[in-house]
C-alpha cells in the first residue's frame, strides 16, 4: 500500500514544492490548507486530495483522524512577522490553535508513524553564536512566539504521551527562497526589483544577518526527517549575509544592479544563525543545490 501523507498548508510557498514532491514520488497526499496569504491554489490539479479549511477548526482533528495518514506535517501558519506586529492577537491566537489542534490529533492518531511540526530559526531569537537545537529558545516578535509554543507542543507531548514518544520531529528552517516566495519577502524584492528597476526597500540599513536555503533543498531534506528523524533539527547549510551584502553577491552573479531605501522595523532581531551539524552527522543530509546555484536559477529563471 502507498504511504499516506497528510500536509497542513500544502499549498503555500514553501510546502507546495514538498506536496509536488510527494506526489510525484508516488505517495497517497492529502492537503489541507484554506487559501490564506502565500498560498498557491493553482496548484491543485487533482494529484493529491484537497481539503479546504482552517486548521483552526477544531474539527480538522476529525478530518485528519477519519484520513487516517502515516504522515502528518504541519506547516500551515500566518508566516508573516510584519503582519504579526501588526496583529499579534490574530497571528498568536490562529497559529496556536492550529498547533494544538494538529498535536491533539496525533496524540490519538493509531495510524501515525511520525509527526513533524514546521518551526524557524526565529523561535532562538537574537543570536550571538550559531545555535544548536539544545539551546533555550527566546522568540521576539509575536510570529517567532507564535511558531515557539509550536516547539514547546511538541517537546512536551513527545515527553508525556507515550503514544507520540520518538513519533515527533520538527524542522527548524533558516529563511528559505525560490520560487512562489511571498513578493514581499527580501529575496523576492530583489528579483523584482532586478527585473522592473523599481528601488526596493531594506530593514534597519541592511544589517539584519540570515541565513539563506534554497526551497528545492526542502523537500528532501522533510522527507528524510519523516524517514529517520526524531525531535528537531536546524536546516541550513550556513550561507549567512546581512542584506547587504545579499544584495551585493546578487549583483554579482547577475551582474544587474539592484536600488534600495531604508525602512525601520520594530521587534527586528538582528541575526538569526544556527548550527547546521546534527542533520548532517545523524542523518547524513546532503543538499541538492549550493547557495549560489540556487541563487542564479532563482534570479536569472523566468
Ligand atoms: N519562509 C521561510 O523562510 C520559513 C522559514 C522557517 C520556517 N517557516 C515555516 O514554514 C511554514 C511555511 O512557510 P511559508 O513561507 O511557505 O508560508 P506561506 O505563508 O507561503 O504558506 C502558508 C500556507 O498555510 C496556509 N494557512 C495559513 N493559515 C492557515 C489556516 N488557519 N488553516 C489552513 N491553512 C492555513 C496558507 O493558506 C498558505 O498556503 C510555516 O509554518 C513557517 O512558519 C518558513
New binding site residues.
Partial sequence: MKPKILI????????SHVTEYFVAKGWDVVV?????????PEIIDGSFKYIK????DRAVMDVIRSEAPQYVIH??????VDYSIREPYKTLS?NID?NLNLFEACRELESLKKFLY?????IYGECEHPKNETEIIFPKNPYSAS?AVGSLIRYAYDNTYSELHDKTAET??????GPR??TR?VMALIKHSLTTGEPMPVHNEGKGYREYIYVKNIPAAVDLVLEKGVRPYNITTNDGFTVLQLIERVEKVTGKKVNTYNEKRRGMDMKYQMDGSRIHKDLDWKPIYSFDDGLKEYMLGA
Fill in positions: 497542513t498548508g500544502g499549498l503555500g510557498f514553501i510546502f489541507i490548507d484554506n487559501e490564506s496569504a502565500g498560498s498557491h479549511m482552517s486548521v483552526c506547516a500551515a501558519a500566518i508566516s508573516d490562529e492550529a514546521v518551526s524557524t530559526d526565529e511558531k527548524r528552517f533558516c529563511n528559505v527562497f516566495q511571498d519577502k
